[in-house]
């Protein structure tokens, strides 16, 4: 099932166009150590299947149950977790990973090389994003309990940092043919899942008494309660229901207002105009990258960032995030707002009276983003043919090039994750699977470079996608998060959510 690759911004947008109803009432929030830490979210978990694991979001429902081999830090950066030390070979396409030896999954299977082993060959088959941060992996050899060594077809220069999250998340190798993961974790981790989870509405986890970390978590309990209606689980955090929730910027001054903290962390989403139909499969039009420079012209992004984001985040014309090495300044002022030559390119391209371009209705999720847009194509000719949503089949509609452009957002993350999610032909996102053959050139060049040299190719890269007007992204908006006066969060580098150890107790 393709539809599972999403990201969890993605999948947040199905569930929130598909639903009308709040969920059933949270826990109340903790405000100690060995209490119980409260969490708001807006989408359910899609498996615990190592492979078809997500980001964002998810990693609230998997980091409780799923220790993963690499830990990352603030920054974005690998530390040691289940693996203490690791190294690469010359060519950086064998890595070896030293295992810790008192680490046991929850039902007692040891978690040692066999079962890393294991983990890796089955997730590398998954379904998920997790599974293509793996794809690289050729062979894993078990030099003994305590040690294996993990061959790549070619280098990646993400993979330590992808074993730092979903990627590296381990499972109870026991469990991982029977198809039960989908549903019933079995991890090392420093939570299990209770049976007083209802799924679909609230998950509760209890702390894992035999769990080799214990100081990093100090809540005895974590629920994660879905909310299908923003504003229900706005005022269960007035309440004090709830201790952590996300809060959209539009929203931040009444939260604030209203006596909570709100912290905001660089999301590294990507918002726009996705232009998928590149080739003009379904709409000619899009096929001629002067429409394509065109519509990025019409965008008033000053206007949209100010008034749609309240000025918070960056404003931006490239997909890659500001804090990658891809990301170039200038490139954000290649399409200053301008009516005027937008209409001169959609004349030069033979589309002076326009076209139809249809995409999906979000404005159940997006309502003033889609009426500027609706408005800035309308202004060069275009007329945007919204077509309804069905919540249950949007990202799979999405991944099967249904619609040849969308409003969307994707995570901007490292360089080398924004071409393998957004641009390599075979790149989930790249939904018409458009071949350019100087845009592969300068990935399989990247992949095999490091430092400033990587860094040039991926600039280069970035502006032939700029100038090919793939996209018309606008924001790289802030991701804000309002909290209970229990409660602190610190962020984490190219995570859109911070992660479960860096929620603590604010005493």
């Not at 997500?54 to 977790?81: C, F, H, K, M």
């Not at 090392?188 to 209770?194: A, K």
Request: aromatic share 10%; with cysteine.
């Amino acid at each position: 099932m393709r539809r599972k690759f999403a990201t969890a911004a993605a999948a947040a947008i199905a569930i929130a166009l598909a639903a009308t109803a709040c969920s059933g009432q949270p826990a109340a929030g903790g405000s100690s150590t060995g209490g119980t830490l409260s969490l708001a979210t807006v989408s359910p978990p899609q498996s615990w299947q190592p492979g078809d694991l997500l980001t964002g979001p998810e990693i609230w429902y998997t980091q409780p149950v799923y220790d993963s081999l690499l830990r990352n830090d603030n920054e974005g950066e690998p530390g040691a977790n289940v693996a203490t030390e690791w190294s690469y070979n010359d060519d950086s396409t064998v890595l070896s990973l030293k295992l810790r030896d008192d680490v046991k999954f929850t039902d007692g299977t040891p978690l040692d090389g066999e079962a890393v082993k294991a983990n890796l060959e089955s997730a590398k088959t998954g379904s998920g994003g997790s599974a293509t941060q793996l794809r690289f992996i050729e062979e894993v050899t078990v030099v003994d309990p305590t040690a294996v060594d993990i061959k790549l077809s070619a280098p990646d220069p993400s993979f330590l940092p992808s074993l730092g999250g979903p990627a590296g998340m381990m499972a109870s190798p026991s469990h991982l043919e029977d198809g039960s993961l989908a549903t019933t974790p079995v991890g090392s981790g420093p939570y299990t899942l209770s049976p007083s989870t209802q799924a679909g509405s609230k998950y509760v986890y209890t702390r894992n008494a035999d769990y080799w970390n214990q100081e990093l978590y100090p809540y005895d309990e974590i629920t994660a309660t879905i909310f299908n209606d923003k504003n229900a689980m706005l005022n269960a955090l007035r309440a004090g229901q709830v201790d952590v929730t996300n809060v959209e910027p539009k929203d931040i001054e009444s939260v604030s207002s209203s006596g909570q903290e709100v912290v905001s962390f660089p999301s590294y989403n990507a918002n726009g105009l996705y232009l998928f139909d590149r080739e003009g499969t379904i709409v000619p039009a899009l096929g001629d990258v002067r429409v394509r420079q065109a519509i990025n012209y019409a965008l008033d992004r000053q206007s949209l960032f100010d008034q749609l984001y309240d000025g918070k985040g960056a404003k931006t014309a490239q997909m890659f995030s500001v804090d990658s090495t891809a990301y170039l300044p200038e490139l954000d002022e290649r399409y200053p707002y301008d009516v005027t030559k937008a209409k001169e390119l959609m004349a030069e391209a033979g589309y002076a009276d326009g076209f139809v371009l249809p995409m999906p209705d979000v404005s159940p999720i997006y309502p003033s983003e889609q009426a500027a847009v609706t408005e800035a194509l309308a202004a060069i000719g275009i007329t945007a043919e919204y077509q309804p949503v069905n919540g249950e089949t949007f990202i799979s509609d999405l991944l099967g090039a249904k619609y040849p452009a969308a409003i969307f957002r994707l995570d901007a993350n490292r360089s080398w994750d924004t071409t393998q999610i957004a641009l390599d032909p075979d790149a989930l996102w790249n939904t018409f699977h458009v071949n350019d053959p100087k845009i592969v050139e300068l990935i399989t060049k990247a992949q095999g470079e490091t430092g400033d040299e990587q860094a040039k190719t991926f600039q280069e890269l970035n502006t032939y996608v700029v100038e090919q007007a793939w996209f018309a992204p606008w924001i790289q908006g802030d991701n804000s998060f309002g909290l209970s006066s229990g409660v602190t969060a610190e962020g984490q580098k190219y995570s859109t959510f911070p992660p479960i150890w860096n929620i603590q107790p604010a005493s």
